[in-house]
């Protein structure tokens, strides 16, 4: 027999919230985290980068105050360890927020842990056996690592390492020209690092109109980021203290030299140890879980969400996929949601971690607030002048693109945005 209603396997944007929505529909709730609450948007994605390309953002306008008309006495310096600290304190009370109000939600079990199937409706995490007749998996995705001849020979870098980096790379070679590398290349750029960027493909974000990606390339090289496109990576060395990137371009091959290197590449779900096989839960070759239209797999009783079924690793994607998953009836829960305050009459607390305008994430990662909540800059985050797209994951994801344009007298470039929706799929 079932000793809970439901399983929600991680804290990503999708599980918190469906956990939520279950338990204010009676259900008795386990939901499972493995390592930070909050997932990658929270941890390494969204939340951190756009703090980071605020600092840099900082740096760079500072570096040209003469075009506005202000005069800074000395040169510009950035002090990483600084910076780091300043993304370390905008991230931990979203982090801990989550966490927060999870072990707050009355009906709701936390466990932290290595969750892992055992059979369709049962899965285990340490010496904890937990069985439900509903599970729904939100564990997310990390950085793909390219099987490149001597990679396992040099240290490397990746979105979620980069959150740890508390120095100035003199060098840094980003491989991979699309959103996570790209917003990663322009914000070290600004701090002061050199950095070559290397793309497989003919042009940067491929995703994209060639247009907008010849743009973006654009405004990169105007700030003296080396763009290398129709670039294969065939091998990667030590060279001393240094990296050797070795690449073939039109049959002729060069290397890169430099002192980090970044993997932006690609993106993995995290399904390769969650014992799906003895689920029986389908998932392509390259390790998303399938599903259908209201994210069911192919297994009764067992839901995909978020990164991992390879729908679109963005964070509002992944919110989406809890409204389908929380409006789909055929588990159960159908009807009304009730309003924040009903659930606070039940006990059902909700601390996301904010308290108003002054603590909204973009915000705070922006620092468009000033010490007493107010605006530094109305209408303007981080996002003003700045070339958004969907994130293919990582640093977002990963997360928007947040390449910015400052030019004076340059307009705001366009927003290209996720078109996904759910209006045919919500309340069937």
């Not at 340490?126 to 564990?139: M, S």
């Not at 959103?179 to 974000?205: C, D, K, M, N």
């Not at 839901?303 to 998953?325: L, Q």
Request: charge should be neutral; charged fraction near 25%; aromatic fraction near 6%.
């Amino acid at each position: 027999m079932a000793d809970h209603d439901a399983i929600v396997i991680g804290t990503g944007q999708a599980g918190p919230g469906l956990a939520r929505r279950l338990v204010a529909a009676g259900w008795k709730v386990a939901i499972i985290e493995r390592k930070f609450f909050g997932g990658t948007c929270v941890n390494a994605g969204c939340t951190p980068t756009k703090t980071l390309i605020a600092s840099a953002y900082a740096a760079y306008l500072a570096r040209r105050a003469a075009d506005y008309g202000v005069t800074i006495g000395g040169p510009i310096g950035v002090d990483m360890k600084a910076v780091k600290a300043r993304k370390d304190a905008v991230v931990r009370p979203s982090r801990e927020g989550v966490e927060r109000s999870l072990r707050r939600l009355k009906g709701c079990t936390v466990l932290e842990g290595h969750a892992q199937f055992i059979g369709p409706k049962e899965v285990e995490v340490g010496d904890e056996v937990l069985r439900a007749d509903k599970i729904f998996i939100n564990v997310g995705a990390r950085a793909l690592v390219p099987p490149i001849r001597g990679l396992d020979q040099v240290p490397y870098l990746t979105n979620s390492l980069m959150m740890d980096v508390d120095f100035l790379p003199p060098h840094l070679i980003v491989l991979g020209g699309s959103y996570v590398g790209l917003e990663f290349a322009q914000a070290y750029r600004r701090f002061g690092s050199e950095v070559t960027v290397i793309e497989l493909g003919p042009h940067l974000i491929a995703r994209e109109d060639e247009d907008v990606s010849r743009a973006i390339a654009e405004i990169l090289k105007d700030e003296n980021i080396d763009i290398r496109v129709n670039s294969k990576v065939v091998a990667v060395a030590k060279q001393g203290n240094e990296i050797a990137v070795t690449v073939e371009n039109a049959g002729t091959s060069s290397q890169v030299v430099g002192s980090h290197l970044l993997l932006a590449i690609g993106r993995r779900p995290n399904t390769d140890d969650l014992g799906l096989d003895k689920a029986g839960v389908a998932t392509d070759s390259r390790g998303y879980i399938q599903v259908d239209d209201q994210l069911r797999t192919n297994v009764p009783g067992i839901w995909a969400v978020g990164d991992c079924n390879g729908r679109g690793a963005f964070t509002h994607t992944s919110y989406n996929d809890f409204e389908i998953v929380g409006a789909d009836r055929d588990h159960g829960h159908g009807g009304r949601e009730p309003s924040v305050r009903e659930r606070r009459d039940k006990g059902l607390h909700e601390d996301s971690g904010r308290q108003g305008d002054e603590t909204d994430p973009r915000g705070v990662a922006a620092g468009t607030f000033g010490g007493r909540g107010h605006p530094l800059h109305p209408r303007c985050y981080v996002y003003q002048g700045a070339v958004h797209g969907p994130a293919s994951g990582g640093a977002h994801s990963p997360d928007s693109l947040g390449v910015h344009s400052d030019h004076v007298g340059r307009p705001q470039a366009a927003v290209v945005s996720d078109t996904r929706r759910n209006d045919l799929i919500l309340g069937t």
